[in-house]
């Protein structure tokens, strides 16, 4: 049974992008229409390579009608014309990335906090992110939530909210149908050891 027929799969990019394979595999993932954000999230690479790899995901982005958001740097979304950009807490604030990216789609990580999500729709942010609902690989679990947690800043927060955190075949079910409006991914697709990229997001039915 479907859950629903909508791109619901907010796919983050591995932190190290090695060769052109990725950009092959990355093809048959938006392919599927299962996707509907894809952020990139380079944390350690040249500006020079990160442009490289930027142009060439936002073709195939742009093929696929897939929102292209750029992580933490509004400036280098604005530069390259990403749909996007999204904020951790500690990047800048929602307030001056609208100053920079006007009317472009700006999220924002919440943690597990309501009062984050309030501040965040205040201020203007286009979606929220919300976790970490389990153990993630990605990066280290400082924040976790819950469906408690989901519930209550769906109710209190007209945004659409990114559930976040270590989320697999196994578990994505419970969070679509307590209204997580889209499903954040990466190691589940890039570092899965018994599916190829495209075979691991087609599990996700």
Not at 178 to 200: D, E, G, M, R, T
Request: glycine share 4%.
């Amino acid at each position: 049974m479907k859950i629903r027929n909508k791109k619901f799969i907010y796919l983050i990019s591995p932190n190290k992008i090695k060769d052109n394979s990725f950009f092959y595999y990355l093809s048959l993932v938006l392919r599927t229409n299962k996707v509907g954000f894809f952020q990139l999230r380079l944390k350690k690479e040249t500006i020079k390579r990160k442009t490289f790899i930027a142009k060439k995901v936002q073709i195939l982005c742009k093929k696929y009608k897939v929102k292209f958001i750029i992580n933490d740097d509004p400036y280098f979304a604005l530069k390259i014309k990403a749909d996007g950009c999204h904020l951790g807490q500690k990047d800048m604030s929602v307030i001056e990335a609208r100053k920079i990216l006007k009317n472009k789609v700006i999220g924002i990580t919440c943690h597990n906090s309501p009062k984050l999500a309030k501040k965040a729709k205040l201020n203007g942010a286009s979606y929220i992110a919300i976790g970490a609902f389990f153990k993630t690989n990605t990066k280290k679990v400082l924040y976790k939530a819950n469906i408690k947690i989901l519930k209550k800043i769906k109710m209190s927060v007209n945004l659409p909210v990114v559930a976040i955190g270590g989320i697999n075949e196994k578990n994505y079910k419970n969070l679509l149908l307590n209204k997580a409006n889209f499903l954040a991914i990466s190691s589940y697709v890039w570092k899965n050891k018994k599916f190829k990229p495209h075979q691991a997001i087609k599990k996700l039915i």
